[in-house]
């Protein structure tokens, strides 16, 4: 697969087209928000239209912040106002948005050319108030590693 660079703005417009159309498109994951699940540079993410049944705990979503940047981050709550919490693996912080804001779901996650699925189900939901810990725990194994 050929990697292509371009802003976040042509990326949604065409990424929205694809789907709009019934692809799914890939994604090279950008940042460490999401880390130790997905990492930066090296994990490729597929990303296809939003279900109603995909607005859940646990799903991955791909949504626009009201400053036009894209994330890619989990739903930690679903609230019946059609409102969502979202939270980055790495980060002891949450988000609300609304379901309005979601662009894409991951359907699908690569790593080192072997896919899997996205799974909705993790006990890295209930270890949010210790993650930091493990964050600095799991970067300073990172660090001897390398």
Sequence with gaps: MEKMVCTSADFAVDL????????CV???VTGNSMTPFLKDGKDIVWLCACKESDYKRGKILLFRRKDGSLVLHRVRKAIKSGELIMNGDA???CEKINKSQVVAVVS???HNGHKRASSAKT???LLMPVRPVLMRV???AQSVKK
Excluded: Y
């Excluded at 929205?16 to 692809?23: L, P, S, V, W």
């Design 108 to 110: 699908e996650i690569e």
């Design 138 to 140: 799991w970067r300073k």
């Design 26 to 28: 890939p994604l090279v």
């Design 123 to 125: 006990v890295w939901h």
């Design 91 to 93: 980060q002891s912080w």
């Design 16 to 23: 929205e087209k694809a789907i709009n159309d019934g692809g």
